[in-house]
T-cell receptor, first 119, second 114 residues
Framework: GAVVSQHPSWVICKSGTSVKIECRSL??????MFWYRQFPKQSLMLMAT?????????EQGVEKDKFLINHASLTLSTLTVTSAHPEDSSFYIC???????????????FGNGTRLTVT | GQQLNQSPQSMFIQEGEDVSMNCTSS?????WLWYKQDPGEGPVLLIA?????ELTSNGRLTAQFGITRKDSFLNISASIPSDVGIYFC??????????????FGKGTKLSVIP
């Protein structure tokens, strides 16, 4: 159980275009999802916390107008990279926690990531 | 912000050997999590620790939550080629039900020589 599906698994886009990445919890409901970015050979860095039915909370240094997050339902969050540039090329990973479980007893489950390449 | 120091950064071992890696923090954590990430994939949870002093096993993996709540270690016994990957420790921070976030260590890259 607790499967998180991310789509697409990889995408190549031209500079200046926008790309949408979907994150779905397949067999559970998630009131909170998290979006991470990982550059090659580095750790995961939290970008934003996505809350169902409310605005996302962005980490310091992450532009909310560039990385649009929409958590429209209890099973879906989307990250849209707007006006993408080559420096946005990275591995984007979402994660979710089962709804209703207390914070410290419910580990995050991760999607398989989306490799974004901006040319 | 909170930081997790993970060591070693990388290790090369012979198949069949045991492996040990650890994670330390200057802050107290109430939960320690160990994840494994294969190339091009998201992290997969290996072991979750919720109580200081707790020792938990998952097959050939064993992890312990340090008594001070500022450290944790992960051991892998009798390593096999499929153990290759990057191992991350992680701990939650933040407050409020449903809003905690994870801080990740920088990872330990494990290579197993057949």
């Amino acid at each position: 159980g607790a499967v998180v599906s991310q789509h697409p698994s990889w995408v190549i886009c031209k500079s200046g275009t926008s790309v949408k990445i979907e994150c779905r919890s397949l067999d559970f409901q998630a009131t909170t999802m998290f979006w991470y970015r990982q550059f090659p050979k580095q750790s995961l860095m939290l970008m934003a916390t996505s809350n169902e039915g409310s605005k996302a909370t962005y980490e310091q240094g992450v532009e909310k107008d560039k990385f649009l997050i929409n958590h429209a339902s209890l099973t879906l969050s989307t990250l849209t990279v707007t006006s993408a540039h080559p420096e946005d090329s990275s591995f984007y990973i979402c994660s979710a926690r089962v709804r209703g479980r207390s914070s410290y007893n419910s580990p995050l489950h991760f999607g398989n990531g989306t490799r974004l390449t901006v040319t | 912000g909170q930081q997790l120091n993970q060591s070693p950064q990388s290790m090369f071992i012979q198949e069949g050997e045991d492996v040990s890696m650890n994670c330390t923090s200057s802050s107290i954590f109430n939960t320690w999590l160990w994840y494994k990430q294969d190339p091009g994939e998201g992290p997969v949870l290996l072991i979750a620790l919720y109580k200081a002093g707790e020792l938990t096993s998952n097959g050939r993996l064993t992890a312990q939550f340090g008594i001070t709540r500022k450290d944790s270690f992960l051991n892998i016994s009798a390593s096999i080629p499929s153990d290759v990957g990057i191992y991350f420790c992680a701990g939650p921070h933040g407050s409020g039900a449903g809003s905690y976030q994870l801080t990740f260590g920088k990872g330990t890259k494990l290579s197993v020589i057949p």
